[in-house]
T-cell receptor, first 112, second 111 residues
């Protein structure tokens, strides 16, 4: 059974559109994260949620907004997509912050 | 903030040889140092981790060493196999809020 799942796996869209990526974890973890991985494979933390509260928000444009309807879900909404948003986005979860993180399979976003 | 540096960015070894990847961190309050392996088309997966109360940890062919004074930690893979080929990331916890990752090392094991 999948521990951390993301949908969709691939997302191709036009500049200026608004899109969402969904993430669900069935591990009962308290903390969830979103990462952006660029073409050079650099993993950059975007957001983390601990018990439904945002605890960090890196220098991410406010076009990106995480939404957590419950502890098992952390969705990523992106408004007014730009070419530079093209990347692979990973969701992850962990029991606590300084614990093993379990990553989802990634969503490859391509903005045309 | 925490800055994690990782070297080398690419590493190529012959099957059977050892591979060593090194990381340094800047936040002296960091206590948790995991290593992740990312295979093509997949998300990173934890392979080994170490906490600041120990200096070395081993799991079969992989080992991690930690020098808290010097703020560096290393991943050692012995008897490398082609299936060890992947991108490896080190990380360190930061402000008890999140993990900061190194830039990654692409390891290639040539048969």
């Amino acid at each position: 059974d999948t521990a951390v799942s993301q949908t969709p796996k691939y997302l191709v869209t036009q500049m200026g559109n608004d899109k969402s990526i969904k993430c669900e974890q069935n591990l009962g973890h308290d903390t969830m994260y979103w990462y952006k991985q660029d073409s050079k494979k650099f993993l950059k933390i975007m957001f983390s949620y601990n018990n439904k509260e945002l605890i960090i928000n890196e220098t991410v444009p406010n076009r990106f907004s995480p939404k957590s309807p419950d502890k098992a879900h952390l969705n990523l909404h992106i408004n007014s997509l730009e070419l530079g948003d093209s990347a692979v986005y990973f969701c992850a979860s962990s029991q606590k912050v300084a614990n093993e993180q379990f990553f989802g399979p990634g969503t490859r976003l391509t903005v045309l | 903030g925490e800055n994690v540096e990782q070297h080398p960015s690419t590493l190529s070894v012959q099957e059977g040889d050892s591979a060593v990847i090194k990381c340094t961190y800047s936040d002296s309050a960091s206590n948790y140092f995991p290593w992740y392996k990312q295979e093509l088309g997949k998300g990173p997966q934890l392979i080994i981790d170490i906490r600041s109360n120990v200096g070395e940890k081993k799991d079969q062919r992989i080992a991690v060493t930690l020098n808290k004074t010097a703020k560096h930690f290393s991943l050692h893979i012995t008897e490398t196999q082609p299936e060890d080929s992947a991108v490896y990331f080190c990380a360190a916890d930061h402000n008890n809020n999140d993990m900061r990752f190194g830039a990654g090392t692409r390891l290639t094991v040539k048969p």
